[in-house]
């Protein structure tokens, strides 16, 4: 695996200014969420550095590569433009920077629609692409105080609200972010009923 600091001078002389400061600011507060979550610190940092490696590559290209590298995708997926540098940017992550670490590549695979069953180090990827610091809508801050005390119930909030968004704008959801949803609804009530 290529150096913390060959990840990041690559970053830099790939992604545009704000991408980069957008990974810069997800590398950090998934570092952060990592530690306050008993979570690797150092693979959150990794994941996040690396989770949006793809997403600025064209969208026909991105496609292209998926294919060739035989992912089969779903109608939606072609037509959702917003979904598939993830897992794109999980195959790119292992080509370009040598990353092998399961745990990581799945934290970059599924950065957008989360799934049932996410792990712990994935909940913190999909947050913090959520709540980083250059994120400043009041959705955002929202989340940002939940994932203080309850990183499940943040994760609900922003995908709740990530519904909402597409729905609102017209767009299809993604089966895998509704999946997300009620996993985690799940999760919390039964974390409810254990208390009672
Ligand atoms: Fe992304
Ligand atoms: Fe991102």
Known sequence: MQSIDEIIEYLKSNLSEKRFLHTMGVAETAKDLATRWGVEPSKAYIAGLVHDCAKEVPFVKTIEL???????????????PGILHAPLGAILAKEIFGIDDEEILCAVKFHTTG?????GLEKIIY???????????????EVRELAKTDIDKAALKETDMVIKFNIAKGKMLHP?????????????????????
Not at 66 to 80: H, N, Q
Not at 115 to 119: G, H, K, T, Y
Request: aromatic share 6%; hydrophobic share 30%.
């Open 66 to 80: 998926l294919e060739k590298s035989g992912v089969a995708l779903s109608l939606i997926e072609k037509s959702t």
């Open 127 to 141: 947050i913090a692409d959520f709540i980083e610091p250059n994120r400043r809508y009041s959705e955002s801050a």
């Open 115 to 119: 799934r049932e069953n996410m792990s």
């Open 176 to 196: 895998e972010t509704i999946h997300t949803r009620n996993y985690l609804l799940r999760v919390i009530n039964e974390g409810k009923q254990n208390e009672s």
